[in-house]
């Protein structure tokens, strides 16, 4: 069918939509006749019928490439304008023009046929509602499609055929360099040297990445960063995405190492990273240059960074941290089997450690395993380690001694590397802004802007170096060294120190214990801690279990035994008087800000109440004694009388609290009831008083005879 005959009037009433692509910018700048080629498809437009206003050039996907549609706001355009009728016919060069993908191809082929829209290339029309056409149209986007993977495949292929034998040249990270025969050597740069050897020094020391990034601020060193696609190093605050990129670097090692990530396209046509297995990679060639460390210690550095990376469900040795935990990552739960997580709590001006196990809580809603408290367990376990320590505790204190000394040295080298590149910088400034012509204000003044910078970079550098040297000599003073050379004496007041950190004894205990096991006994209110050394010698220790709060301030049984003997003669007040005779104190004591609390009646009552001892009413109603009422009535007599008696001795009472009494009745010689004008109380209370003095003399006599 010719071309005219598909072209119909209904067509020629729409728009001529000419899309117009080339892949890179590269290919824009220099295939300058393919343009020319694409932008001539205007005659073949009004040749057909249509009128120059009508033709619509579509050419903003310049140097995007055709593999997909997402990214082409140009075929978004077109696409979505054919789909509302507005395009009569669609004008390409080529098919791989419009779209390298056949989804999209097939896409805009079904968007035409239903809107009745003709497509044009170099070869003729095509009508996609004809399904020889579409036929044809299909197999050309299948063709296109097959073409962009021949392509990508050689490119590919070649590359993989150079990456295998390791001649592949890939974008070196800060450190190394090509020389010129084209080989990785390290950077010439002594400073940049030597800030690479010190972190990779200090990460081994820390254990950490982000420990690394701390020692660095602390000391006021920066890390050299070579900027993107360029040779110029600057340096920079060392941060922890560059600590762990580092870390993870082969090349440092030595390595020749490609294809270790892979990227992947989403729906949105965002690129997608994915970290490859070491196994997976495309090359990696040992030895294949001079490395800045070796190949076992980047493995063992590997290895720490995925332990600090674990959760607690795993068995990990996580870095030391600040905690007063000394187990922190080495406590493992005997009833369950897991890691312990570390718990503080705020208690009397201090923070408590506990290693709480509550996954089954947390994951199931039962009850925790355990939950113990640390104090006790970390004393226990530093008497240990002081105790396996001694023997070799001089050598170990004079080798920390060494490496904080050699420590704060490589530091201060390194700063003297950052004043040395300042002053070049400074002195390369200042000789530009001699060579300039005086005159030559605009350039002049511009010179010595530069010029005075670099002299206050050189300035703060110096400044740097004083201050930290001045840190570093407060720390190693003569009145430290005389402490460290004290503690070699007994390595129990190194680790008692309160100035030693908790990060360092966690992390000498690192070297000796491999894990702790804890099994808690409520019943015998112990804890039995089961430590497995790093040589596989295992050896159990029993701590008592620190008091609840309330146990606390419980008082002591031998208290109450007392309180219960007392009870026998003494009212609660005598009783309380008693006991703080005897220094005795009751459990409130214990309480902050109450350790001057003394016994008082109140608190007596309350023990006899608490602990279900028996009153002293009970006791003397059990011995016979009478009430005020009853005795009265036993002997006949008013109880204004019987009070009266008392008082004089002629009857006893015995108080069983602060206001109230009981009655002993004599058992013989009861006195009777007379009249005291005759025979007054004051006289029979002195007769009763001689008789019951004459009494033993007289039965002892009888007994006698």
Not at 91 to 110: H, I, P, T, Y
Not at 137 to 148: N, V
Not at 309 to 325: F, I
Request: with cysteine.
């Amino acid at each position: 069918m010719k071309e005219s005959l598909k072209v119909q009037p209904h067509h020629l009433e729409r728009g001529a939509y000419l899309y117009i692509r080339q892949s890179s910018m590269r290919q824009v700048i220099e295939n300058v006749e393919s343009a020319k080629r694409q932008y001539a498809l205007r005659g073949r437009a009004i040749a057909l019928g249509w009128r120059d206003e009508q033709i619509i050039v579509i050419d903003s996907d310049q140097g995007e490439s055709g593999a997909s549609a997402v990214w082409r706001e140009g075929f978004q355009r077109l696409v979505s304008d054919v789909g509302m009728g507005h395009a009569g016919i669609v004008m390409g060069l080529e098919v791989s023009r419009l779209a390298r993908n056949n989804a999209d191809w097939q896409r805009l082929l079904e968007i035409c046929a239903l809107a009745d829209t003709l497509i044009l290339d170099e070869d003729g029309v095509y009508d996609p509602s004809s399904f020889n056409d579409r036929l044809l149209l299909g197999l050309k986007g299948t063709m296109s499609e097959a073409e962009l993977h021949v392509i990508k495949a050689r490119l590919r292929g070649g590359i993989l055929n150079k990456v295998r034998r390791g001649e592949y040249r890939c974008v070196l990270p800060t450190g190394l360099i090509y020389d010129h025969s084209g080989n990785v050597t390290f950077d010439p740069d002594t400073q940049i040297r030597e800030t690479i050897v010190h972190f990779f020094d200090t990460f081994s020391r820390v254990g950490s990445a982000c420990q690394t990034v701390k020692a660095f601020r602390k000391e006021g060193l920066l890390f050299p960063s070579r900027l993107r696609n360029s040779e110029t190093t600057v340096f920079r605050t060392l941060t922890a995405s560059t600590a762990i990129r580092i870390l993870n670097n082969p090349r440092y090692v030595g390595a020749y190492a490609y294809g270790r990530r892979r990227y992947r396209r989403t729906i949105d046509g965002k690129k997608t990273l994915q970290r490859r297995d070491h196994d997976d990679w495309l090359a990696c060639i040992p030895d294949a240059h001079p490395g800045y460390i070796t190949w076992e210690q980047f493995q063992e550095n590997l290895k720490i960074l995925k332990t600090n990376g674990r959760g607690y469900e795993v068995a990990r040795a996580s870095p030391p941290r600040e905690g007063t935990a000394l187990l922190q990552g080495r406590a493992v739960c005997g009833q369950c089997g897991k890691h312990f997580r570390i718990r503080y709590t705020a208690r009397r001006g201090r923070l408590d450690a506990w290693y709480v196990c509550d996954r089954a809580h947390g994951y199931r809603g039962e009850p925790n395993c355990q939950s113990i408290a640390g104090p006790q367990i970390d004393k226990a376990i530093g008497m240990l380690i002081a105790e396996q320590m001694t023997p070799a505790a001089v050598e170990l204190t004079l080798d920390i001694r060494k490496e904080i000394e050699a420590r704060y040295e490589e530091a201060d080298r390194l700063r003297c590397r950052a004043i040395e590149r300042a002053k070049i910088e400074a002195d390369l400034a200042q000789r530009r802004f001699m060579l300039v012509d005086p005159n030559n204000r605009l350039v002049a003044d511009t010179l010595e802007g530069e010029w005075n910078d670099k002299l206050r970079v050189l300035a703060k550098a110096r400044d740097d170096r004083e201050r930290a040297r001045e840190q570093d000599q407060l720390f190693l003073d003569e009145a430290v060294r005389e402490r460290l050379t004290a503690m070699t004496v007994d390595f129990k007041k190194l680790w008692a120190d309160p100035d030693t950190p908790d990060r360092e004894r966690k992390r000498l205990l690192a070297h000796i214990i491999e894990d702790v096991t804890l099994i808690k006994m409520p019943a015998e209110r112990t804890t039995k801690i089961h430590v497995r050394f790093k040589g596989g010698k295992i050896q159990t220790l029993t701590t008592m279990s620190p008091k609840s709060s309330a146990q606390q301030v419980k008082t002591q049984p031998g208290i109450v035994e007392l309180v219960d003997k007392l009870l026998d003669k003494h009212i609660y007040s005598e009783i309380a008087e008693l006991l703080n005779q005897q220094g005795y104190r009751p459990g409130g004591s214990a309480r902050p800000g109450r350790h001057e609390t003394r016994f008082t009646a109140l608190p007596v009552a309350y023990l006899v109440h608490r602990y279900g001892l028996r009153s002293r009413y009970d006791r003397l109603r059990d011995r016979g004694m009478l009430t005020k009422r009853e005795a009265a009535a036993r002997l006949n007599i008013h109880e204004t009388t019987l009070a009266r008696w008392a008082e004089h001795g002629l009857v006893t009472r015995h108080a069983y609290n602060a206001h109230y009494c009981l009655y002993e009745i004599p058992t013989s010689n009861l006195p009777r009831k007379q009249c005291s004008r005759w025979n007054r109380l004051v006289d029979r209370a002195a007769a009763l008083t001689t008789s019951l003095v004459l009494k033993p003399s007289t039965e002892a006599e009888g007994g006698v005879v």
